[in-house]
């Protein structure tokens, strides 16, 4: 990665990431994309946000570049990624990054604001399983502001379709392989080129003490999200967009 005379390339670092990403969700930019437009039609274009289990940022900075005029805090366990976030934002008086573990329940204590607008996660709450993300759930029901909204992207396949889902499959794995003949870099060689940098060697080790190598969480529907939503407190919710391999449930308070 390159350096800068600053030291490490955050934004380098940060837009790697992106790429790596979007070998696995090549809709990645769409769903962003309906995410901001239903924040913007649900609470405005200077919201109060929590990017939840924000990893580098993602979404915070398709937030900012998209309504300047919004605040984010961004919440993650992940001692590597969150790494990354800092060193991007550093400066931005928008922006505050809060260590948490989700699983905890006073997790929220260190928040710097009693509720948001809106909470935006991507690809990461699968990291939980069913039982303690319906915790969750009920939870971020009492940071989310009445009129507030909530929004996850993650994968939701429905298991009653297992032919579809199967095609599917076989067809992004196709498109997969091509990408990896073109140079495409992926999940585990993306961890590895960040063991190599001495800015992240450290937190990136101390990031697999904590996950170990692989999620034992869940992908449930995009139904049992949006039901478990209206468990928890929420008063509509629903999938707002999906591909053929992901959703992104809205719900609203």
Same mark, same amino acid.
């Given at each position: 990665m390159s350096e800068t005379a600053m030291g490490t390339d955050w934004r380098a670092w940060q837009? =790697?990431?992106d790429r790596?990403?979007?070998?696995?969700?090549p809709d990645r930019e769409e769903r962003f994309r309906v995410m901001l437009d239903m924040v913007e039609a649900t609470v405005g274009p200077e919201p109060r946000v929590l990017d939840l289990a924000c990893g580098t940022g993602s979404i915070t900075d398709r937030l900012l $570049? $998209?309504?300047?005029?919004?605040?984010?805090?961004?919440?993650?366990l992940d001692p590597a990624l969150l790494t990354i976030a800092r060193g991007s934002f550093a400066g931005d008086d928008r922006v505050a990054f809060v260590t948490a573990d989700l699983t905890d329940p006073g997790w929220a204590a260190g928040l710097p604001y009693d509720s948001y #607008?809106?909470?935006? =996660?991507?690809?990461?709450?699968?990291?939980l399983r069913s039982g303690p993300l319906a915790t969750l759930y009920g939870q971020l029901a009492g940071l989310v502001r009445d009129g507030g909204v909530l929004m996850n992207a993650d994968r939701m396949p429905d298991r009653a379709t297992p032919r579809i889902n199967a095609a599917e499959r076989a067809h992004r794995h196709a498109a997969m392989a091509r990408a990896r003949e073109a140079g495409a870099v992926d999940w585990a060689e993306w961890w590895a080129l960040?063991?190599?940098?001495?800015?992240?060697?450290?937190?990136?080790?101390? $990031?697999?003490?904590?996950?170990?190598e692989h999620? #034992?969480?869940e992908t449930p529907s995009a139904r049992w999200h949006a039901e478990t939503l209206l468990a928890a407190g929420f008063g509509e919710a629903r999938a707002v967009w999906c591909s053929p391999? #992901?959703?992104?449930?809205?719900a609203l308070k």
């Open positions: 837009e =790697s990431w790596q990403q979007e070998w696995y969700m $570049r $998209r309504f300047p005029n919004a605040t984010s805090t961004g919440v993650d #607008d809106a909470v935006l =996660s991507a690809t990461a709450l699968h990291w960040a063991a190599q940098d001495p800015a992240l060697a450290g937190p990136t080790a101390e $990031r697999f003490e904590i996950y170990g999620s #034992d969480g391999s #992901d959703s992104l449930v809205l």
